[in-house]
């Protein structure tokens, strides 16, 4: 007799835990509509380059050797494609593609945005070079808070140089959100497609 009550206990406790579990993810779920709500005309977003294992590059890698670099894994190419997909089901018009010219980043952005990247310099990495961060990100600065649209700027750039820009540290395959305004970029969301 005993056995029932704590079979029913336990079945309960399940059900309780699997409704908790539900409306998480319904709560994550309307967050996330939320920052990509936020990807409007005449915004920007700031992509962290799709997953490419380890930090940093290989010492003596060079920019126009891709053997040289680090670059994206299966599943950063996955992702890559997770993030062009996620913009075409929402509908969203891309109307420029920037990228640096580092290899996991052109990747990204064509697998993403196929045929619409434009290598951009100030979006290079300055990872090994920290002496170039201020004005490297003063000219990425300038080039952003042009941008009015129509449409969406998307740039797939590095985690320092979103960082320098925003205050905020993405993970890869991240994007941030940002409004150019008078005074600088405002953040007004993060994507993860």
């Keep these: 007799m005993s056995r029932i009550p704590i079979a029913l206990a336990l079945a ?8 908790v579990l539900l409306w998480a993810g319904a709560q994550g779920s309307a967050v996330a509509a939320q920052f990509w709500a936020s ?3 005449g915004t920007v977003v700031l992509f962290r380059h799709a997953l490419a294992p380890g930090g940093g590059d290989p010492p003596g890698f060079q920019l126009n050797d891709c053997s ?12 890559a494609r997770r993030i062009g997909d996620a913009f075409q089901r929402r ?6 593609v920037w990228s640096s010219q580092w290899c996991r980043t052109r990747e ?6 196929p045929t619409q990247r434009i290598d951009q310099p100030a979006f290079n990495s300055f990872f090994s070079e920290q002496e170039a ?6 000219q990425a600065l300038r080039l952003l808070s042009a941008w009015r649209g129509p ?6 750039t590095h985690q320092v140089n979103i960082t320098a820009l ?7 395959g991240e994007g941030v959100v940002v409004k150019p305004t008078a005074t600088g970029l405002q953040v007004v969301g993060r994507i993860t497609p």
């Design 39 to 41: 990807v409007a005309d």
């Design 166 to 172: 925003t205050d905020v540290v993405p993970a890869s």
């Design 133 to 138: 961060a201020a004005s490297q990100t003063q």
């Design 12 to 19: 309960v406790r399940q059900a309780g835990l699997a409704l």
């Design 151 to 156: 449409g969406v700027l998307v740039v797939v």
């Design 91 to 96: 509908g969203i018009r891309v109307a420029a």
């Design 68 to 79: 040289t670099q680090r670059n994206l894994s299966p599943e950063g190419r996955a992702q």
């Design 108 to 113: 990204t952005a064509d697998i993403a945005f």
